[in-house]
């Protein structure tokens, strides 16, 4: 049960950082498309309706195609690393068995705790959801079953139009009726079905200017839109913009077919209000399944707007607007995969953690970048970009090493706790710059060959029995920086990597910038962190000089443009 609990909380999670960006992308293109739609009331129902169309099915065609791009990239990355035939070494450490006295911890963090929670109110409610629409499809069909029906070309009071519209449509159509008042509806793909109220069997003309409006869904295929949308309404039904998009896309749909059915001129626009104002106080049959002739109140006085104002020789612009819902439905799909795509980084910049090694000497032969990796979850996400890194070229890299466990600790001590990836690139700048773009840097050659050209002594060490620590603590540091104008002003927050040596006597040489944000924060903790006061590492008794590095985190408070730096 726990495991199944763990790797459940893993979906969750995978999940969670799946569709979060592509969900935020569509809520805002489609929020922005209805606030423009807001000023455009005078727009033919059927733009109005095939624009919305296009809104709730671009998303879960987005979502669909952002994990399209993800698997292709994944394919692509796996044929890259194939080829580059990187040496990659991975060193674990042994695995011991014992007896611990700690009970187990299902969930380990209280954000474990959140990605299942969220999970699982989010399958409840796709169930539910799922459930009542099931149940009100089953009633329908248990309806269709137990009520009389008749072949809709029986029936000699349709008038020709319908009857012509009826032979053109190539399906079996049924009408029952019910002796209950009902508003007209009809549902069914391959069989469609017709119900109306018995009582309509009083007036011919009303209950042929119904059946009208039925078999006009039927043409254009509404019940299987209505089922697509009431679909994506149960799967995102935590949107309320799907919710929003949903109820408008039904008065649409009714709009558009008043439209095409005043745009015959034998119909009376007169006799076709009054039918609606009728129809309008009787109920709705499971009316989130089925097509119903009039939905709500709401939108009856746009629709007898529009049905006044209509001209009898206006076009349906049936073309241009299938031609507005394929290209919006192509843009949405492309926005959200290549979006999700491009904000892929190798590493989280918040998270990433490393420390470059040069090889001043060149005794050694390579240059090598140290990643420490972070939590479980961190972890995962690092070693996967090891893909990436297979890309590279083999004249660039040399090797890559994976420290895990005690392994990991005994070389570079608490710090790699969680594993470290050693990367190895050859001696030229560009290789060694190459490695470092790849891991999100952005690195400077002239950087790597003032270090390569330095008169500095070149006997460090990266790894000590003891590391270096900072007197006063982060503290120290933290109350020495000031948060750079210029960078107060733009808004730029993030972290400026510095690395450096500590020297026997503790003191900070040759410090570097080895990753900035830039408004003067890279100054001020270069600034900062020279200064600084270390207790000298120590290698088999005595003081030795320690290569260092330390990220210095820039961040403005979110209520006012005030400082809240921190050191890390």
């Known amino acids: 049960m726990e495991l199944w609990l763990q790797q459940f909380t893993e979906i969750s999670r995978a999940f969670f950082y799946f569709a979060w960006l592509p969900l935020v992308i569509w809520t805002l293109l489609a929020g922005t498309i209805l606030v423009a739609l807001r ?88 169930v539910w959801m799922m459930t009542i629409r099931l149940k009100q499809y089953f009633q329908l069909h248990l309806l269709k079953k137990q009520l009389p029906m ?41 069989d469609p079905v017709i119900l109306v109220p018995e009582s309509l069997k009083q007036t011919p003309e009303k209950l042929d200017l119904a059946i009208r409006h ?100 206006q076009v349906l612009p049936k073309r241009s607007s299938l031609t507005i819902l394929a290209t919006l439905l192509v843009t949405l799909t492309l926005v959200m995969a290549c979006t999700d795509l491009q904000t892929q980084a190798v590493f989280d910049e918040e998270e990433l953690d490393l420390m470059t090694d040069i090889d001043r000497s060149g005794e050694r032969g390579y240059h090598q970048v140290i990643i420490y990796l972070g939590d479980e979850g961190q972890s995962d996400r690092h070693e996967n970009a090891i893909n990436q890194l297979n890309q590279l ?97 733009a808004g730029i927050e993030g972290r400026v990597y510095i690395q450096f040596i500590v020297n026997e006597e503790g003191d900070v040489e040759n410090p570097q910038v080895i990753r900035g944000i830039g408004g003067g924060a890279d100054e001020e903790a270069l600034r900062a962190v020279q200064h600084a006061k270390f207790k000298p590492g120590i290698q088999r008794g005595r003081p030795v000089r320690v290569q260092y590095s330390l990220p210095v985190v820039f961040r403005l408070q979110q209520n006012e443009n005030s400082e809240d730096e921190t050191s890390e």
């Open 150 to 190: 008749d072949r809709l070309t029986d029936y000699s009071f349709l008038s020709k139009a319908n009857q012509d519209l009826t032979g053109q449509m190539r399906r079996e159509i049924r009408i029952g009726f019910l002796k209950q008042d009902i508003i007209p509806v009809t549902f069914g793909v391959k």
């Open 214 to 313: 039925e078999l006009t869904h039927i043409q254009n295929r509404d019940f299987v839109t209505h089922l697509l949308t009431t679909a994506i309404q149960s799967l995102f039904w935590f949107h309320p913009l799907v919710h929003l998009i949903s109820r408008e896309l039904v008065d649409y749909r009714e709009m558009r077919c008043d439209s095409i059915i005043i745009g015959d001129s034998n119909i009376s626009k007169k006799q076709y209000a009054s039918l609606l104002f009728e129809l309008l106080p009787m109920p709705n049959l499971n009316r989130q399944i089925s097509v119903n002739m009039a939905q709500q109140s709401s939108n009856l006085k746009e629709r007898i707007e529009r049905i006044t104002r209509q001209n009898r020789s």
């Open 393 to 489: 070229k083999p004249e660039h890299i040399k090797e890559i090493e994976i420290l895990k466990g005690s392994a990991a600790t005994e070389a570079f001590g608490d710090r790699a706790e969680h594993g470290v990836i050693l990367v190895k690139t050859n001696q030229d700048a560009q290789s060694y710059n190459r490695t470092l773009q790849t891991l999100g840097m952005e690195p400077d050659l002239s950087v790597l060959n003032e270090i390569q050209n330095s008169d500095a002594p070149d006997d460090f060490f990266v790894v000590v029995e003891e590391m270096p620590e900072l007197i006063g603590g982060l503290a120290s540091i933290q109350q020495d920086i000031r948060y750079p104008e210029m960078a107060r002003r």
């Open 39 to 126: 000023s455009a009331g005078k727009l033919h129902a059927q733009y109005h309706y095939h624009i919305r169309l296009a809104l709730i099915a671009g998303l879960p065609l987005g979502l669909l195609s952002t994990w399209g791009v993800d698997q292709v990239s994944a394919l692509l990355t796996a044929a890259g690393a194939e080829a580059a035939s990187l040496k990659v070494i991975a060193v674990m450490a042994p695995i011991e068995t014992g007896i611990s006295t700690q009970s187990s911890t299902i969930f380990p963090t209280l954000t474990d705790l959140f990605f299942l929670t969220t999970a699982v109110i989010l399958l409840l409610g796709i």
